[in-house]
T-cell receptor, first 110, second 114 residues
Framework: DAGITQSPRYKITETGRQVTLMCHQT?????MFWYRQDLGHGLRLIYY???????DKGEVPDGYVVSRSKTENFPLTLESATRSQTSVYFC?????????FGNGTRLTVT | DAKTTQPTSMDCAEGRAANLPCNHS???????VYWYRQIHSQGPQYIIH???NNETNEMASLIITEDRKSSTLILPHATLRDTAVYYC???????????????FGKGTLLTVNP
């Protein structure tokens, strides 16, 4: 039972490059979320999705794009990466009650 | 969602009970109290949740005051592996829309000392 798989686990990219972080779930949960975590800020919601083809902005959506063509996948794209987007990114799904989190992607933008 | 207030950090001796407080004075009647923890370099992990009554599971106990304005997470016999950041969150139970937008604060860093 893989649950939530995030890939890659680590990524280094250059300023201005496009990069996509992948999130895959095996539970068929309707809701999926992307958070970023930075020192001093805790977890902040970037985007969420209530179902396939339904997405909405969270607290810090600027500079990010999401899509949800299939229930099980929720990729997060940084269209033109900036140094301020260096962070740890967590994907999560919502089942009956608690959120389930992936193990994160550590992204460094140089 | 109601905002929560937690201490920035706490210490606990190994084998003793760890009591982590959370204030949520603006909680609404249909909002649950959830607790998560995050061990270094891992994704947050669900611990327990409750509405009004005290709850217990294999990981912890949750004590909610009668007025529901505060709660305490209790780890009965803390171990070194319980060192983590603990997040208290409140959210509505009903489905739909932004009700599922959970806001994580900065949490409490619990350090369990040998």
């Amino acid at each position: 039972d893989a649950g939530i798989t995030q890939s890659p686990r680590y990524k280094i990219t250059e300023t201005g490059r496009q990069v996509t972080l992948m999130c895959h779930q095996t539970w068929s949960h309707s809701y999926m979320f992307w958070y970023r975590q930075d020192l001093g800020h805790g977890l902040r919601l970037i985007y969420y999705s209530a179902a396939a083809d339904i997405t909405d902005k969270g607290e810090v959506p600027d500079g990010y794009v999401v899509s949800r063509s299939k229930t099980e996948n929720f990729p997060l794209t940084l269209e033109s990466a900036t140094r301020s987007q260096t962070s740890v990114y967590f994907c999560a799904t919502l089942g009956d009650s608690p959120l389930h989190f992936g193990n994160g992607t550590r992204l460094t933008v140089t | 969602d109601a905002k929560t207030t937690q201490p920035t950090s706490m210490d606990c001796a190994e084998g003793r009970a760890a009591n982590l407080p959370c204030n949520h004075s603006t909680i609404s009647g249909n909002e649950y109290v959830y607790w998560y923890r995050q061990i270094h370099s891992q994704g947050p992990q669900y611990i327990i949740h409750g509405l009004k009554n005290n709850e217990t599971n294999e990981m912890a106990s949750l004590i909610i005051t009668e007025d529901r304005k505060s709660s305490t997470l209790i780890l009965p016999h803390a171990t070194l592996r319980d060192t983590a950041v603990y997040y208290c969150i409140v959210r509505v139970a009903s489905s739909g829309g932004s009700n599922y937008k959970l806001t994580f604060g900065k949490g409490t860093l619990l350090t369990v000392n040998p």
